[in-house]
């Protein structure tokens, strides 16, 4: 029979070392506030409920925790007493009874589900506290782990351990997971008598085990314990975020020639066979299909590329965007809220927005559509294998028709019909000799006016 589960959500921390004016579980990391990739690896170990305990942000922080598929409470900590104090801002939701409760801290954004559920396996083998540790070269301020024949003696913090017990490279993520039929019983017994004066989750392993309880604990991924405190943490977490999912996309079959100039966003999509150039920055959004070539210095954001579509290189794709199989956005041209039809082709120095292009169509190098008049937008529709000028400029509202010519340079204000040409520019005039005429007198000027020196 399932385990019911309730997740707790440490995030009532001041933030203090992120010189912010927000909570740093807001901060993002590949474009996704940190709290809702920990609410992402929490949601996969299978949780009837999550309990998140908020301090400053409160609002926004429940807002950026609720990622969906999982019912969310907030729970004010008013007061910052330690991490045994912050379960208990929860004791409502812990009241009502589960099997298993899961504790996580909101700030380590590098966490997966793994972990998690391998201390939830060990509530189901009879344990009544898994503490999930990591093995760290620098164990500096961590609580170390106390191990004694297979069983979890003891989290002792830091500052009140031995020199001997500060030795150990084991040390507490912080992360536990709790008997919840016992887990009121045992939080009501945390005292604040240690050197910070605060109350420690981490003594639930002593008050377990005095009253007949088992702890143990599991080891987890230095990386995914990773925290953050500051913004060099946060950039460091950024890091290794992304070279994790580059990693996978690769594995996955997707070519980058330049995989650490390549920035992913939390949900980017990459297919098979894709090709990815360097220097290209996706932001939140983008769904690249299998086979797909995305040439260097590109931005893509919001945006679906088809099989055996081109962008770039030095493109930029806004939301709304999307190119049909084979289209082509070449360098230097911008689309937003743009479809691209099959084959298409937008090759150089263009503004796409607000428009669909029909298949086939070529749209030349410097066409605009000028999709807003100051207050509104409006959609300009270009039919299928059309052909658009250089330098022309499509004055939205309005539609070309299938196979219509727009002459180059023109600015097409009125709808032109299907297979139609249409000039919107002055007409040229020739004078024959006139340049030599004007040149002739602009010399005579030049001289006369040396003569006078
Ligand atoms: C805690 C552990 C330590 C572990 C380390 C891992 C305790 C006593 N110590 O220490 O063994 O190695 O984490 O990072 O648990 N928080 C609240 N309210 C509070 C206090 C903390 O919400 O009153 C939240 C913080 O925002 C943070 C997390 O709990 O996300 C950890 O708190 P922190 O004060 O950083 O604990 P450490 O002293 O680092
Ligand atoms: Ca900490």
Request: aromatic share 4%; with cysteine.
């Amino acid at each position: 029979m399932e385990r019911s589960c309730l997740a707790i959500i440490l995030a009532a921390g001041d933030s203090t070392r992120m010189k912010s004016s927000m909570s740093k579980v807001l901060h993002p990391i590949a474009g996704r506030p940190m709290i809702a990739h920990v609410m992402d690896a929490i949601a996969k170990t299978g949780i009837s409920a999550a309990a998140l305990v908020v301090g400053r942000n409160a609002d926004e922080v429940s807002a950026a925790a609720s990622i969906g598929g999982i019912a969310i409470e907030s729970y004010l900590q008013k007061e910052r007493l330690g991490t045994g104090h912050a379960v208990l801002a929860a004791r409502e939701a812990i009241a009502r009874g589960y099997d298993d409760i899961i504790v996580a801290y909101g700030d380590v954004p590098l966490l997966t589900d793994a972990p998690l559920r391998a201390a939830r396996q060990g509530l189901a083998d009879g344990n009544d506290i898994v503490v999930i540790g990591f093995h760290t070269d620098h164990p500096n301020a961590y609580g170390r782990l106390l191990v004694k024949d297979g069983e979890l003696i003891a989290i002792r913090e830091a500052k009140d351990a031995t020199d001997a017990e500060l030795a150990i490279k084991w040390c507490n993520s912080g992360l536990m997971a709790i008997n919840g039929r016992k887990a009121l019983e045992f939080l009501d017994r945390i005292g604040n008598n240690n050197a910070k004066g605060e109350y420690y989750l981490t003594d639930l392993v002593e008050i377990a085990r005095s009253l007949g309880g088992r702890a143990v604990a599991v080891d987890a991924p230095e990386v995914e314990m990773t925290g953050c405190n500051n913004r060099a943490e946060l950039a460091f977490i950024e890091r290794l975020w992304q070279e994790r999912r580059r990693h996978e996309l690769m594995l996955s079959g997707v070519t980058m020639v330049a995989p650490e100039t390549v920035f992913l966003a939390y949900d980017t999509v990459i297919g098979q066979d894709a090709l990815i150039e360097p220097n290209v920055v996706f932001g939140p959004g983008a769904l690249i299909e299998g086979g797909a070539v995305i040439h260097g210095f590109s931005h893509i954001e919001g945006a679906r590329v088809s099989a055996g579509a081109t962008v770039g290189p030095f493109a930029r794709l806004r939301p709304g965007t999307d190119l049909a199989s084979g289209a082509k956005v070449g360098n230097f041209c911008e689309v937003k809220n743009g479809k691209i039809g099959e084959g298409a082709k937008v090759n150089h120095l263009t503004y796409i927005g607000d428009a669909t292009i029909g298949a086939g169509s070529n749209i030349g190098a410097g066409t605009i559509t000028c999709n807003y008049d100051g207050v509104n937008k409006h959609e300009t529709h270009v039919g299928t294998n059309a052909f658009v000028g250089s330098n022309s400029s499509l004055v939205a509202p309005i539609r070309i028709g299938d196979g219509a010519y727009i002459a180059s340079g023109s600015v097409i204000t009125e709808d032109v019909p299907a297979d139609a040409l249409a000039f919107g520019r002055a007409r040229q005039e020739i004078k024959p000799e006139r340049a030599k005429a004007i040149r002739e007198r602009a010399l005579a000027i030049k001289a006369a006016k040396k003569g006078g020196h």
